[in-house]
Nanobody, 124 residues
Framework: QVQLVESGGGLVQAGGSLRLSCAAS????????MGWFRQAPGKERDFVAA????????SYADSVKGRFTISRDNAKNTVYLQMNSLKPEDTAVFYC?????????????????WGQGTQVTVSS
């Protein structure tokens, strides 16, 4: 089992940057692929980015390609989401998730563990 705690959210102007972090408990962090999802008010939780347990494979939603970068440090049990060129439509609660059924995944049903979320607000 793994517990996830996100941090790094906040208020930023359009065009700015934020780096989200997700700290995981447990000794088996490196066995999980990790993902970031986001949920805006009144909308479903959408995939943002994912990374394999080794960090070799990554996947991104089309809406964030070229602007967001996911990475992980297995020695620190932490996964990151670097967000650049932020837009008002990026405003959402961002969730970190961990999964183990495969190498990498982009759907919520493939993740078994979730953090509590961190708010990202981008002003225009």
């Amino acid at each position: 089992q793994v517990q996830l705690v996100e941090s790094g959210g906040g208020l930023v102007q359009a065009g700015g940057s934020l780096r989200l972090s997700c700290a995981a408990s447990g000794r088996t962090f490196s066995r999980y692929y990790m993902g970031w999802f986001r949920q805006a008010p009144g909308k479903e939780r959408d995939f943002v980015a994912a990374i394999s347990w080794s960090g070799v494979s990554t996947s991104y939603a089309d809406s964030v390609k070229g602007r967001f970068t996911i990475s992980r440090d297995n020695a620190k049990n932490t996964v990151y989401l670097q967000m650049n060129s932020l837009k008002p439509e990026d405003t959402a609660v961002f969730y970190c998730a961990a999964g183990y059924k495969g190498v990498i995944a982009a759907t919520t049903r493939d993740y078994g563990y979730w953090g509590q979320g961190t708010q990202v607000t981008v002003s225009s």
